[in-house]
């Protein structure tokens, strides 16, 4: 049960409403927002947090977190401020029945820690073939519905799938890869995966599904979400399309705001990425994309064992750990490239919630009170001890991290505090 609270001495930061205030209270009452710097009407609180020296926004809303253990991940996600996640369908069964979806939601309450938001398979078995049960998925509480990466190959199935889905105001997720281009690829077709031998993925794999999307949303006029743009030329597409008017969104993992294919180095395991991290070109673009408020950032959370990133660079599994670092990592790019901190807390709170459709991201009175606390001055050393997450896998690990979280709140209830 929630708790009245009242957080004093913060600086109030949300980007929704461009309120940037410091030594301004935020009280809680009924697990919302009751007020702004003035207790409402007959406000007695229960509880005091004192934020000074601290940011205080809305809880951030990840776009794409995999939740191999539900418990350890949803424990990483609020320790890393992030107070709602969207999980993608490729779990192990897919998420294509309603009692899938509805069980994990159901689990996700269970552990009062943040919210599940899952995305529910848009074909059977993610298999590209036989459409899955939209509308039981959707009232098991799936949020949209996805592929994930795994290949549609049938354009026309797509297209049916769509159509389907416009239908019924359903959003699709896509991760655009051209299945043919990208199937054998390791890295970035370029100098660097030429170099180290490696299979290459050419841009023209995402442009190329990017291109076909596009076409069937102008004949379906369906809502769809392209999740983990990594090119320059996949992002002007994105964004021709969305000034024509098309409903599409589209977002970035936050690697490859910071990363290029030059991190591999010498076939580093750690920066094994799906899609692969492109070149200086391809990062400043998306950079450029997101600065603009065009993209929201994810995490792309991937946890994966020490054993599956301790083989050679072709063979170890794709991904990072991100629900802990998205905070530290959002406050890195945003320095270098010169945006604000509300410009860049927007990118993971009231954009993704945009995209989503959601109340959340916001400090507005009656919003939820989703909530977190930061210091974006403190630093602490990443290591695979100080994860919560059971994937110890990130190209950041031994580096100095700034920012740091210290309180997380859902529905107004503390689920996280910093020892």
Same mark, same amino acid.
């Given at each position: ?50 934020? /000074? ?49 509805? /069980?994990?939601?159901? /689990? ?312």
């Amino acid at each position: 049960m929630s708790t009245s609270i009242v957080i004093e001495n913060g600086r109030l930061i949300c980007p929704k409403n461009r309120v940037d205030r410091s030594n301004t209270p935020l009280f809680l009452q009924d697990g919302k927002i009751a007020g702004i710097g003035e207790a409402p009407a007959g406000f007695v609180a229960e509880q005091t947090l004192d934020a /000074r020296g601290c940011v205080v926004s809305p809880g951030f809303i990840d776009l794409g977190a995999r939740l191999n253990s539900i418990e350890a991940e949803l424990a990483a996600a609020v320790a890393g401020g992030v107070t709602s996640v969207v999980v993608p369908p490729d779990a192990d069964p897919p998420l294509d029945e309603p009692e899938l979806a509805d /069980r994990l939601v159901h /689990r996700g309450k269970e552990i009062r820690k943040a919210r599940v938001l899952p995305l529910g398979a848009l074909t059977l078995g993610l298999k590209g073939e036989r459409l899955a049960e939209l509308a039981g998925l959707k009232k098991a509480g799936c949020v949209a519905f996805s592929q994930d990466n795994k290949p549609l190959v049938d354009t026309e199935a797509l297209l049916r799938a769509m159509e389907y889905a416009a239908t019924f105001g359903f959003a699709v997720w896509l991760q655009p890869q051209d299945y043919w281009l990208s199937r054998n690829g390791i890295a970035h077709e370029g100098e660097v995966a030429s170099r180290l031998g490696l299979a290459g993925i050419p841009v023209a794999a995402e442009t190329i599904a990017i291109g076909t999307i596009i076409q069937l949303v102008r004949i379906t006029g369906c809502r769809v979400h392209l999740t983990r743009l990594s090119s320059a030329a996949g992002v002007a597409l994105a964004d021709k399309a969305a000034a024509e008017g098309l409903p599409m969104t589209y977002d970035v993992g936050v690697h490859h705001l910071l990363l290029t294919d030059n991190d591999i180095g010498y076939f580093n395991p750690h920066a094994r990425f799906h899609p692969p991290l492109r070149t200086q070109s391809d990062r400043q673009a998306l950079s450029d994309a997101v600065a603009a408020g065009r993209a929201a950032i994810c995490s792309d959370h991937t946890p994966v064992g020490a054993d599956d990133k301790l083989l050679p660079f072709g063979e170890a599994k794709a991904g990072a750990t991100g629900l802990e670092v998205l905070l530290p990592l959002t406050l890195k790019w945003a320095e270098a490239a010169g945006v604000s901190l509300p410009e860049a807390l927007a990118r993971i709170t009231s954009t993704p919630a945009g995209i989503l459709g959601l109340a959340g991201g916001s400090l507005a009175t009656g919003c939820p009170a989703d909530l977190c606390i930061f210091d974006p001055q403190a630093e602490w050393q990443l290591t695979a001890e100080a994860l919560k997450s059971r994937g110890k896998n990130s190209p950041w690990l031994g580096y100095v991290m700034s920012g740091k979280v210290t309180t997380t709140l859902v529905s107004g209830r503390i689920v996280y505090r910093a020892s």
